[in-house]
């Protein structure tokens, strides 16, 4: 069966979707250029893991560099819809950026509440943003419960992910652009990052109103990628249990360290046993290692959060959880420069010309 595809999807990026977005008036569609992300076929790295096709969802390109510009989109229109003029928001470094960014672009403050551990890049940006930044000790979890409580005085604009609705929708352009750019006939499999869990229900959400509206003809198979050192919903998958919230500290996927997913995570949990979903984690290691690879046999750098999903898939296919035989799409959520790491080596070489010629030959030469 082949699907003709909307025609009521007009113009690029992520307002090419307003049709199925909640913001009704163009006027409060704030953007800056989010959206229309490559899908990559990645023929290299499918030969390395003996994956017959694999395909990138890369949102690196996005104008923060991360996958929250889609949810930021949607989430500062909706403060504009409603008349506020302040936004806020608890951030491990990504959704802080982005949120700053967006509120800035739509005449709106931005109160940024950032992790101590985010990233010199994240920081520095965040700060050049809103002059409202406020660093917080501990982790994710240590905050959000007091910022929840807090965001009920309506003070300013929740843009978190505990329950505003408006920034999910936003994410769910990432599933509408995958149907869209495989020519609505979407991958078998879609391995997505799972913090929360709003990219994950997004997805999943957005796969089933496309099957819904006859759109596509099969709805994915949805696979929650977390890091080992916050994978709540991986156990609760695992044991067949319900969510324990974990205690974490550091992991180089901070965008992932959130230990108590609440009401989210346990909607994730849900989606994936009825929708007969996988979870998997991978170490810190494996993140690392794969960050690497992606970037030496695809070209794609991204940071440890973005990489994390690739990681997990690494290990799902050694074993042998997953059937190379079908096309599997990754979602990689964030560039790679806004991460921070020991430099390689900054001992530069002083070189005459035979030096330099010496050492291309045996560059070139060594196999
Ligand atoms: C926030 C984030 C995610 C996913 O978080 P959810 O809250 O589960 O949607 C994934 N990748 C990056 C880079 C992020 O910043």
């Known amino acids: 069966m082949r699907s003709l595809g909307p025609a009521i999807f007009t113009g690029t990026g992520l307002w090419r979707y307003a049709p199925v977005l909640p913001i009704a008036d163009p006027a409060h569609r704030v953007t800056l250029g989010e959206g229309g992300t490559p899908l990559l076929d990645a023929p290299r790295l499918a030969r390395d893991l003996g994956v017959r096709r694999l395909l990138v969802k890369f949102e690196g390109p996005n104008p923060t560099g991360t996958v929250k510009d889609r ?3 949607t989430a500062v229109g909706a403060a504009l819809q409603f008349g506020y003029r302040a936004t806020s928001v608890v951030s491990s470094g990504n959704a802080g950026s982005s949120i700053a960014a967006y509120a800035a672009r739509a005449g709106l403050r931005a109160l940024i509440f950032a992790y101590e551990r985010a990233s010199a890049p994240k920081l520095l940006h965040m700060a050049a943003a ?4 406020i660093v917080y000790k501990g982790v994710y979890d240590d905050l959000i419960t007091l910022w929840d409580r807090l965001v009920e005085e309506r003070l300013f604009f929740d843009c978190g992910a505990s329950r505003n609705a408006y920034k999910q929708d936003g994410k769910k352009t990432l599933a509408y652009e995958i149907a869209e750019q495989t020519g609505w006939a979407p991958p078998d499999v879609v391995v997505a990052p799972v913090a929360v869990g709003e990219t994950f229900i997004a997805t999943a959400r957005a796969f089933r109103e496309m ?7 099969h709805v994915p198979r949805l696979v929650a990628a977390q890091a080992t050192r916050a994978n709540a919903i991986v156990r609760a998958f695992r044991d067949g249990a319900p969510i324990t919230p974990l205690k974490i500290g550091y ?9 108590n997913p609440g009401k989210k995570g346990d909607r994730v949990l849900r989606l994936l046993r009825e929708g007969k979903g996988l979870a998997g984690d991978a170490e810190d290691a494996e993140i690392l290692d794969a960050q690497r690879r992606l970037a030496r046999t695809e070209g794609v750098w991204a940071g440890p959060t973005g990489v994390a999903a690739v990681a997990v898939l690494l290990r799902l296919l050694a074993r042998r959880e997953l059937d190379p035989a079908q096309t599997i799409c990754v979602i990689v959520s964030e560039t790679g420069l806004k991460t921070e790491a020991e430099v390689p080596s900054r001992t530069g070489a002083a070189f005459d010309y035979d030096a330099l010629r010496r050492l291309v030959v045996e560059r070139l030469d060594a196999t």
Request: charged letters at 10%; a negative charge.
């Open 211 to 217: 099957h819904a509206a006859g759109w596509i003809n």
């Open 130 to 133: 809103t002059p409202d930044l």
């Open 251 to 259: 992991t180089v996927a901070e965008g992932l360290a959130a230990g």
């Open 71 to 73: 949810s930021s989109a």
